[in-house]
């Protein structure tokens, strides 16, 4: 990945986890906990396609498995959100612009239960039985109910903002593997200096015809 979507992908899931542990795991809301880092992965993934979405995913999972409280086994939701944001990607709207939002917002809630189901089959491999004694109904309802509330005030600015990435003028030409900017700068700087090379010179060979036709007319003096 290009370093602009490495810069926005992990200063989004840094603020979206400790938001996440401070503040939406600490409202003690019945049933699962708004998840804002699977949120995340989905406005990346939205933009960024299949393969970037699995990257954002499995960065994301990790640090979701190793920041305190975590007390499940390290890799755990690294590879619940590895696959969801491969999905993701692969639902990635044209040009990553959204002409609707149902798709998204269907989107969400697979996202939801997928990531519920997969966290706790993976748990149960590892001997982990909490969603046992919470039951699986309720995490599912609750996870996609929670996520469903949250998703039109994050998806959408999370993806303006890979928007503007991607957009952004320092950007490498794909095509050309070039720096647009440098090339458009350099382009126009030459064609600048080219015109007031053309000028100074015109500026100089006026001066001196003049000088000559001065000269001429004090000799015809």
């Not at 370093?3 to 986890?17: E, H, I, K, P, Q």
């Not at 939701?77 to 917002?105: D, H, N």
């Amino acid at each position: 990945m290009r370093f602009n979507r490495v810069l926005l992908s992990g200063t989004l899931l840094v603020v979206a986890l400790v938001l996440q542990v401070s503040v939406l795991a600490r409202l003690q809301l019945p049933g699962a906990v708004p998840d804002l880092m699977l949120l995340v992965v989905l406005g990346l993934a939205f933009v960024y396609g299949h393969v970037a979405g699995a990257l954002i995913g499995f960065a994301a999972g990790l640090l979701a498995d190793f920041a305190p409280p975590a007390d499940h086994a390290a890799g755990r939701y690294a590879l619940v959100l590895c696959v969801i944001g491969y999905l993701a990607g692969l639902a990635k709207p044209e040009k990553g612009r959204l002409k609707s939002a149902t798709g998204p917002m269907a989107m969400v809630v697979v996202a939801a239960v997928l990531s519920t189901l997969l966290y706790a089959g993976v748990g149960a491999l590892v001997g982990d039985t909490a969603a046992r004694h919470v039951g699986l109904i309720p995490l599912l309802a609750t996870a996609v109910l929670y996520d469903l509330l949250l998703a039109p005030f994050t998806v959408p600015g999370i993806m303006w903002l890979a928007r503007r990435a991607e957009n952004d003028p320092l950007a490498d030409d794909p095509g050309t593997g070039t720096d647009v900017a440098s090339g458009w700068l350099a382009s126009g700087t030459g064609l600048r200096i080219g015109e007031q090379r053309s000028g100074l010179r015109l500026k100089a060979a006026r001066n001196r015809a003049a000088r000559a036709g001065r000269i001429k007319g004090v000799k015809r003096l």
